[in-house]
């Protein structure tokens, strides 16, 4: 039997963890079916980023929006 499939798709290519070392990450993905972006802070309700890691969450959210726009048809 298959499980339930879910429209949106993780960037594979974001890999962040908190810089406390709490193990909190951050997921952005895109919604495949309405191009809508999600940002996902994983086990609380935020995260203590370096810069560098900020910057790569940045980057991210602006891929995801490109795809977003993709398959919105915009």
């Given at each position: 039997?298959?499980?339930?499939?879910?429209?949106?798709?993780?960037?594979?290519?974001?890999?962040?963890?908190?810089v406390?070392?709490?193990?909190?990450?951050?997921?952005?993905a895109?919604?495949?079916?309405?191009?809508?972006?999600?940002?996902?802070?994983?086990?609380?309700?935020?995260?203590?980023?370096?810069?560098?890691?900020?910057?790569?969450?940045?980057r991210?959210?602006?891929?995801?929006?490109?795809?977003?726009?993709?398959?919105?048809?915009?």
């Amino acid at each position: 039997m298959l499980g339930r499939m879910s429209a949106y798709a993780s960037d594979p290519d974001l890999k962040v963890t908190d810089v406390t070392g709490n193990g909190v990450e951050a997921d952005v993905a895109t919604n495949l079916l309405t191009g809508a972006v999600r940002l996902s802070i994983l086990w609380t309700q935020e995260i203590h980023l370096c810069p560098d890691d900020a910057e790569r969450v940045a980057r991210s959210l602006l891929r995801a929006a490109e795809r977003g726009r993709r398959a919105a048809g915009v």
